[in-house]
Nanobody
Framework: QVHVVESGGGLVQAGGSLRLSCAASGRIFSINAMGWYRQAPGKQRELVAAITSGGAINYADSVKGRFTISRDNAKNTVYLQMNSLKSEDTAVYYC??????????????WGQGTQVTVSS
């Protein structure tokens, strides 16, 4: 069983910053990609940013230049630094870890989500 736990969400004014953290734990053999997704009310879940174990990074066009994803492979942790936040960034942010486990096939493990609210 793999657990993914996010932290760092909250309420911030437009133009402000927040830093999200996500840690994966359990019987993890390795983790390939880790990423952040978000889902706003009435919208589909979308990719925000993702990073592979080798450091390759992908950002949604809407956050390029404002958000930075980073990762600590030794701690199975991924971070999302969000600057210059806009009201349209308001959503529940979910962490995803693409894991390989010791006793079964690999799969994507999701966290419960953390709310980010940007007030204008």
């Amino acid at each position: 069983q793999v657990h993914v736990v996010e932290s760092g969400g909250g309420l911030v004014q437009a133009g402000g910053s927040l830093r999200l953290s996500c840690a994966a734990s359990g019987r993890i053999f390795s983790i390939n990609a880790m990423g952040w997704y978000r889902q706003a009310p009435g919208k589909q879940r979308e990719l925000v940013a993702a990073i592979t174990s080798g450091g390759a990074i992908n950002y949604a066009d809407s956050v390029k230049g404002r958000f930075t994803i980073s990762r600590d492979n030794a701690k199975n942790t991924v971070y999302l630094q969000m600057n210059s936040l806009k009201s349209e960034d308001t959503a529940v942010y979910y962490c995803m870890s693409s894991v390989r486990v010791y006793d079964g096939p690999g799969y994507n493990s999701w966290g419960q989500g953390t709310q980010v609210t940007v007030s204008s």
